[in-house]
């Protein structure tokens, strides 16, 4: 059995030898019911493995790997530490172009938070997202403010900010101590 069951022959890129054969004492029944009661996640039981999600995804575009079909066939074989364990759930941006297009009404990027969330518990956070989630904390922004950027603000009516701006601290401190892993549970 494989991820992708039939559909494999519209990835193209995939060769025999990359498949990936899914053992079945592996797989967790009840991952999908899990999914499916985490806010975000109630829709997946309605895929019907069309691929527009993958099609349009622009993350897809730049990196083969990820493949939302591909996670959404995942956790409905029950493959709950090939998911939750992997960082590639991180690497959607949450951007709606799936979930705008879904013809099923599956809300993916929702169904992706979904996931990350149960990433989270179980301790997978990448580093890149520690570091986000500190400047965000510290500086108020992800990236130096400068000139440049309040020239802009300016122009489109809105007030000027201060590098250090610390409104968000408070904020991201309660979400991070909200979210802090527990390692391995989910
Ligand atoms: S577009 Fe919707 S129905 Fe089609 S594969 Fe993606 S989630 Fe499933
Ligand atoms: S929301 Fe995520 S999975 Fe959907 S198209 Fe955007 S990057 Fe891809």
Redesign the pocket.
Known sequence: MTADGDMEMEEGAMSREEEKIVEEETLDPLFAQEVAREPGGE??R??????????GCPVRRFNEKFN??RV?RMVLLGMRDEVLRDPFVWMCATCFT?QE??????R?SD?MRALKNMALRRGNLPEGIVVQSKLLSEKGTLYPLDEFDNKKRQKAGLPPLEQGEKSLAPLMEELLEALGPKDGKD
């Open positions: 829709g997946i309605a895929c019907f493995a069309c691929g527009t999600c993958t099609a939302p079909r959404i799936c297009r879904c013809p099923q009404g599956v993916i169904l």
